[in-house]
């Protein structure tokens, strides 16, 4: 399973700096791995997605300029979240949910960057700035949505009947 | 009884990462390990470069495209504004052929810093912000091309930043609009101040203008080079868009327009000058 998960998390480097970063839409991006932080928690749940997204923003942070560390704290909390969401329901997500996890994970995890990096002394964002980081980065969780959950399925499934994880809808032994 | 266990084993899970989080976000901030982390991303810039250029070269017009899609009222008005200014530009051109042979002879007898033929490094850009809360580029020009951390940047139009991280063969350079940076400078008759940035697309605020300090609209501001300014002096940097008199203060409230449209910046000069220890 961590071999496809470093596997994932190379690729959404080369796909996040290579690609990514370069179609900028009114000065914002998407951005791949705030968008599989939230897949990692709706896939392996809240424990292990929260594990699985603190390591996609270490691997974030290495490519950007702000303070090492805070796209993991951001990360942790939303992959928790999306994955404490996921184990409040009975049986498998409905694609519409998961789109809804996108849409509420993309806004949710810019404004919480937003608010942690001003915690930890980075300058404020203008809110109208924040509100356009946070449209364009949902947007690019809802129309990626498909792919980073797919790939967390792929990841997490990878072992039959390992720790089944609360709130893990592909913990191994789903398929 | 399981239920609880499990809660409790994630309440326990979330804690000890959130904790691993902030000592990362602590030991990183300065020091020995912060330097590891300025080396490791200046590695890892290197690494994808060669990437990012190709991509770049074929994904500028589709930036491009998206951008005047997000912004087709934007462009319109945009194009109305820059026809008139094509006109006054004309004018002024006129106007301008005149002041050269005024400045040519200015210069004879003055020493100008900023045309003083500081050597600058030619360089490109390969990467907008990786972060939508950066206000940087990525360059394609490091050390191995003469570019060092804390050199000024500029373009045609006048100043864009300074270089805050260089690698081998890349460096990033922070924008005069990040939140962070600020720019000693001066304007009107003999006035000083700080330009901050505001963020991308957002005027310079000068902090901390005496109200009676003397400037008006289209008023140019230039570099101070003051004492141990992180610039050289007189590099242009905009014109005064907005004064404002709040009552009952003591201080004005200055807006400046950069000369530099920072979000369509594709070629640059790093200026081979640093800051006086």
Redesign the interface.
Known sequence: MWARFALIAFGAAIVQVGLLNQVVVAGAHADAFLLLAISAGLVAGPQRGAAMAFVLGLVADVFVQTPYGLSSLCYVLIAFAAGLATSALPGRPSFGFKLAAALLGGIGGSLLFAGLGVLIGQPSVPLHDLAVVAVVVSAGCVLFAALGFWLFEWTVAVVPGSHHDAGAYASGSAR | MAASR?NT??RL??VI??L??????TV??KGEARHA?TS??NA??DV?SP??RG??AV??P??NF??GM??YGGALSENQRLQLEVGQLRRQLVEASQAQAQLDQIKAEERIPFADGIPEVLAQVI????????V?VEIDRGTSNGVGVGMPVVSGAGLVGSV??AGGSTA?V?LVT???SEVGVRFGSGNVALAQG?????PLALQDVSETAVTYRGAPVLTSGLDVAAYPSGIPVGTVSKVRHPGGSLTSQVSVSPYVNV?ELQYLAVLQWLPPA
């Open positions: 499990r084993s994630q899970t979330l990462l959130l691993a989080s902030i000592t990362v976000i990183a901030y982390v490791v991303r890892a810039a994808v990437l990012q991509i770049a994904l500028h589709v930036g998206f951008a997000a912004d990467s907008s912000p990786a972060s939508n809360f950066d940087t805050i991280s990033v922070q990040d939140p962070r505001q963020g991308e697309g957002n979000s």
